[in-house]
Each structure stands twice: as C-alpha cells, then as structure tokens.
C-alpha cells in the first residue's frame, strides 16, 4: 500500500481504510508447529505481529515453536525493523531472523530471492508462511512446491496466488516496490 500512496495519491484524493481482509497469516492459538516465514519487502509487517504474538506467549510460558523468519528485499536500505529483529534473534532460542538481499551484489549476507532461500531451510514438519509482493510470493510457492512441501503446510493469503503446489502466471504488476 505504501508504494501507492507514494506514487498514485495526490493533495485532495480521498482514502477509505477498512479491517484488515484474511485469516491465513495469523498464528492459529495452540498450533505448536515450527514456523518458516518468509516476507518480501513490506510484507514483513504482518510477520512480525506473528513474531510479536509467539514472543509474548514465550515470556509468559516459556514455550514457543522453532521460527525462522527470511526478510527479503532488492536493496539493503530496503530492510526495515532490522535492529529489532536481529536483537530479537540474539536474545531468543526459538528465533532465527535472515537478511536476504536480490539486486545488491556488494551486499555482505546472503544474496539472492527469498524464495529460493526459503526453499533451501529445513521444512520437514515446518508451517511456512508467506507474504508480499504477488511476483514474490509466486516464486515462493513455486519453490517450496518443488522441494515436496505439502500443500497444506503453505499459507499465504489468496488475493492473486496461485494455489501452493499449482504454479500460475504472475499478475503483471504497476508498481517497482515488489521485493523479491
């Protein structure tokens, strides 16, 4: 959304705003099972309020799933919120947070899609959830496909997805704010 308003609104447009539309990137209560989260771009916002809940439930139980939570962008200045998550990463042991960078060969970490850095983690058992740009998440469907992860261990909303397993053209997109 933020790329639209930038780029399309103008002095005196008109903005509604409503409740949030979706279900499937919400942490379902008492599912213990080890997450994989993958967010391009701005599409970190709502994986961090999974990241958010799982911390709280953790100070107070001290139990929480394994999470791995890949950040991906084209350029570095692209990533946001990242000292709080990396301090997050070094003061939980449920907690691993990855920088992933596509369109910056003198990045230092690790370079490359989200996706198919996603598709090289261990899934075995893990839930992934995915969230961004319609290319983005696309390519990550298509990748944790071909790695033989279930269907059903996929979700991401499905406002222009192809179903996980089943990989569909991509919606052309009118913006360049799509992170990879």
Not at 9 to 22: H, P, T, W, Y
Not at 70 to 91: C, F, I, K, N, S
Request: aromatic share 6%; glycine share 10%; charged share 25%.
């Amino acid at each position: 959304m933020s790329t639209a308003v930038v780029r399309s609104l103008k002095r005196g447009d008109s903005v509604k705003l409503g409740a949030a539309v979706g279900e499937r990137l919400t942490l379902r209560a008492g599912d213990p099972s080890d997450l994989l989260l993958v967010a391009g771009g701005t599409g970190l916002a709502p994986l961090r309020a999974v990241v958010e809940q799982i911390d709280q439930e953790w100070r107070r139980t001290r139990r929480a799933p394994r999470v791995n939570l890949l950040h991906g962008v084209r350029m570095p200045w692209h990533l946001y919120d990242r000292a709080a998550l990396t301090e997050l990463a070094r003061t939980r042991p449920w907690f691993d947070y990855t920088e992933v960078v596509s369109d910056d060969s003198s990045f230092p970490g690790i370079r490359g899609k989200v996706g198919t850095v996603a598709a090289r983690q261990a899934l075995h058992g893990r839930t992934a959830i995915v969230c961004g740009g319609p290319q983005m998440v696309g390519h990550t469907l298509e990748q944790l496909s071909r790695t033989g992860m279930p269907a059903e261990q996929i979700r991401y909303e499905h406002f222009y997805y192809a179903a996980a397993g089943q990989h569909a053209p991509e919606p052309a997109l009118t913006t360049s704010g799509d992170a990879r």
